[in-house]
């Protein structure tokens, strides 16, 4: 993979996964002062966090990928080269993943997760899901999505490393959600994605 920073503006970029990404991360607790960016690719998350006012920690195994993190701003974001289940880390107020659960096993990633989060914090998560057969209308409906979105907008490709398709169904990912995470909001959205959105208690 090229080491290379996009030339890309950050406001320029989008893909499925950032389309998301930009609703969850505009709605952010009003409290929060710092935040998490797990599988953090080459930054996006982080740098939206860091400009609304947090302290970041960019985390990602794959070096090239914060390699190209740290050619860009990184005004108020600590990068790590690491793999997210053997770094510790101090709990965020924040905790934001993008499209980086189907590279694992589903429940573990959210349990990972969710003990970054401190006391009224955070997640928030943008994933990708396989689809089956009972969400036929889901597929008919995404394709046409996609195509309109790739006309509009156009389609920026990151250059980190990706798995598709994705191991985990919708179904198989909202239960983990449920079991996990109990009282998340969870979504499937078109283009393959869903969003979690879970609120740790102030008291626990």
């Not at 990633?109 to 009224?120: D, N, T, Y």
């Not at 156009?154 to 959600?177: E, L």
């Amino acid at each position: 993979m090229s080491s290379a920073p996009s030339s890309v503006p950050d406001n320029r970029r989008f893909n499925h996964t950032i389309r998301y990404q930009q609703q969850l991360l505009a709605q952010l607790p009003e409290h929060a002062a710092t935040g998490i960016d797990a599988g953090c690719g080459e930054g996006l998350a982080a740098r939206t966090m860091a400009r609304a006012g947090l302290t970041v920690t960019g985390i990602d195994v794959d070096e090239p990928s914060i390699e190209r993190a740290l050619a860009q701003d990184s005004e108020r974001i600590t990068y790590i080269v690491g793999d997210i289940f053997s770094t510790d880390l101090e709990p965020a107020d924040v905790v934001y993943s993008g499209a980086m659960l189907h590279h694992m096993d589903i429940e573990e990633g959210l349990e990972r997760l969710k003990s970054w989060v401190a006391p009224g914090g955070r997640l928030c998560i943008v994933g990708a899901a396989r689809a089956t057969w009972r969400d036929l209308h889901r597929e008919v409906g995404a394709s046409i999505a996609d195509k309109a979105f790739a006309l509009v907008k156009g389609s920026w490709q990151h250059g980190s490393p990706t798995a598709w398709p994705p191991p985990h169904t919708y179904r198989d990912v909202q239960a983990a959600a449920a079991k996990v995470l109990p009282g998340a909001e969870y979504k499937s959205q078109l283009l393959w994605r869903y969003t979690i959105v879970w609120d740790r208690p102030s008291d626990a």
